[in-house]
């Protein structure tokens, strides 16, 4: 009986800590949001954003809390990931249009015009998401059909990106910084005298700079030339 009892007092203990602290710890690599913070953290900011209404009492959000985890720890550094305790900030939620736990907002280029997020409540359904609407910003920026911030608009404006922000891989250099490196590395192997390659370019040039930008230099944009570094380029089939 003594058993029963502790067992009892000790759930309901964590209930009420987990109804009071809510589902996310600093610890967590969820980006806690608050009417404090938010204009600044999202709607100011150059980067993606994925954000969580919810209630800690709410069970769905309960059990969507681990994925979302998951999905903020994948996306760290290339897409941001926050949560809104929606019941203990109703303001936020309401300015928002949250009625119902947990709704899931889209920040992309228009922070002023979050979209919905529809797609599965698994972390691998999250990120393929999140790269998605990422991957969207990208061309919209590239077609300048998308406001930015200063990096942004003087690439565009200038009719390209920054080819300092291509990096130049060798043979030797190719492991250390790509192979050795937790980063996303987009890699193109060209050739000087390609008319292709040279039409590219400035495409690649200015898609680095963007992404470098969105992603705070955890994706980076590449090239080597393959006609110097035989070795490499033939390790991967090129």
């Known amino acids: 009986l003594l058993f029963v009892l502790g067992t009892v007092s000790c759930v309901l203990s964590c209930t009420l800590f987990l109804a009071v602290n809510g589902l996310y ?49 994948a996306l760290k550094g290339v ?15 309401g300015q928002y249009g949250v009625r119902g736990f ?35 910003l990208v061309k919209d ?5 998308s406001g930015g911030y200063s990096s942004g608009k003087q690439s565009r404006e200038s009719g390209g990106g920054d080819k300092k922000d291509v990096i130049e891989l060798t043979d030797d250099s190719f ?8 980063d996303v590395w987009m890699v193109e192997f060209y050739a000087p005298w390609c008319g292709h390659c040279k039409n590219l370019e400035p495409e690649w040039a200015a898609a680095a700079t963007e992404v470098k930008e969105q992603t705070k230099g955890k994706v980076k944009l590449a090239a080597v030339d393959a006609t110097v570094n035989q070795m490499l380029a033939g390790r991967y089939g090129v």
């Open 25 to 73: 710890s600093a610890s967590d690599d969820v980006i806690e949001l608050t009417p404090t913070n938010f204009n600044k953290e999202v709607i100011q900011s150059e980067n993606l954003w994925l954000v969580e209404f919810y209630a800690p009492w709410c069970g769905h959000c309960q059990r969507l809390t681990p994925e979302w985890k998951k999905a903020a720890t």
């Open 79 to 93: 897409v941001k990931v926050g949560a809104v305790d929606a019941d203990k900030h109703q303001s936020l939620g």
């Open 102 to 136: 947990p709704t899931i907002k889209i920040f992309g280029a228009n922070k002023n015009k979050a979209e919905d997020y529809q797609g599965g409540r698994t972390s691998d359904a999250i990120v393929d998401a999140a790269l998605s609407a990422l991957r969207s």
């Open 141 to 145: 920026r590239l077609s300048g059909r």
């Open 175 to 182: 492991d250390k910084n790509v192979i050795n490196s937790d």
